[in-house]
T-cell receptor, first 116, second 116 residues
């Protein structure tokens, strides 16, 4: 079945360090890929997405490129800030719309802590 | 614009008690979802709905029930609470996606449930 695997956490970095959070997926169709972020005490919110191979999603300095050949969607940021401390979830959605599909399949999440 | 509103934020139940988690959205979204989030396990889909009067099981539906009498509301009912249902519950909604990349979920802030 469809699944998402992301790197185990927690990840602890110093401010201005480079961030990579690995995400790989298995899907039978042509998925869209997402990164969601969960700040402490809040629900998840969309960080970025990519809908086809070689697309790059970007937002708030974060980037991820949809790599079909390696089935990956790694999240990167060149210089993290303390305010980036959160849990990051990789997710995929495979379409079968017109029917009852619609939910996302999430990875287990990676907790990032950024120290001043 | 409130988005997705969940109540209560916290609740402690005794084994065997029942309760309803409320979820309401004001974005006129057709699709609504209930997820549970367990530490280190990501999010698991409990139930979802593609419109008023239509609900379907997700990955982990046992011990739960839902109804969708209006577009706005999607309550989750726990019957005979068990310690295994201790979790954080998230409600989410999305507009009816025409393709997988359009399936952007808006999440509520979560309801933390403890069963003792």
């Amino acid at each position: 079945g469809d699944s998402v695997t992301q790197m185990e956490g927690p990840v602890t970095l110093s401010e201005e360090a480079f961030l990579t959070i690995n995400c790989t997926y298995t899907a039978t169709g042509y998925p869209s890929l997402f990164w969601y972020v969960q700040y402490p005490g809040e629900g998840l919110q969309l960080l970025l997405k990519a809908t086809k191979a070689d697309d790059k999603g970007s937002n708030k300095g974060f980037e991820a490129t949809y790599r079909k050949e390696t089935t990956s969607f790694h999240l990167e940021k060149g210089s993290v800030q303390v305010s980036d401390s959160a849990v990051y979830f990789c997710a995929l959605s495979v379409g079968n719309y017109g029917g009852s599909q619609g939910n996302l399949i999430f990875g287990k999440g990676t907790k990032l802590s950024v120290k001043p | 614009n409130a988005g997705v509103t969940q109540t209560p934020k916290f609740r402690i139940l005794k084994i065997g008690q029942s309760m309803t988690l409320q979820c309401a959205q004001d974005m006129n979204h057709n699709y609504m979802y209930w997820y549970r989030q367990d530490p280190g396990m990501g999010l698991k889909l409990i139930y979802y709905s593609v419109g008023a009067g239509i609900t379907d099981k997700g990955e982990v539906p046992n011990g739960y029930n839902v109804s969708r009498s209006t577009t706005e509301d999607f309550p989750l009912r726990l019957e005979l609470a068990a310690p295994s249902q201790t979790s954080v519950y998230f409600c989410a909604s999305s507009a009816q996606p025409k393709y997988s990349g359009a399936n952007v979920l808006t999440f509520g802030a979560g309801s933390r449930l403890t069963v003792l």
